[in-house]
């Protein structure tokens, strides 16, 4: 079943050339592995803390995937688990909201409301 929003994280930086250009290439690993990767909201608390732990100055936007049509492709990756992989540039358009991803306190602080409950299931 889709999941209402989808997630990147992404380094301002290269979420602010994406405004400029209004599409979001990818990150360096995205142009590596021929795709961008996104999360569910079950799994970016876990992108976070893997991929990106101690980094400031990141942003994580909240993706419509009901937009991406099938470019978007639900494949195994960490854990067996299902993740969102978008085949080709991510149109701004698709983007539903942008938000900081700050780091306090040894962890990133996500937005209200992204991360599931402790012990809801999805």
């Not at 969102?84 to 540039?89: T, V």
Request: hydrophobic share 45%; proline share 12%; glycine share 10%.
């Amino acid at each position: 079943m889709p999941h209402p929003l989808i997630y990147k994280i992404a380094p301002r930086p290269l979420w602010e050339e994406a405004e400029r250009t209004g599409v979001f290439q990818g990150a360096p690993v995205d142009l590596a592995d021929g795709y961008i990767h996104f999360s569910t909201a079950e799994q970016v608390g876990e992108t976070a803390a893997k991929h990106f732990a101690g980094q400031t100055d990141l942003v994580l936007a909240a993706i419509r995937p009901e937009l991406l049509g099938e470019a978007l492709r639900y494949e195994p990756s960490r854990g067996g688990a299902l993740f969102p992989h978008l085949y080709g540039p991510l149109a701004l358009a698709h983007v539903a909201w942008v938000e900081p991803l700050p780091w306090r306190d040894g962890a990133h602080v996500f937005p209200d409301g992204v991360l599931p409950a402790p012990g809801s299931r999805p």
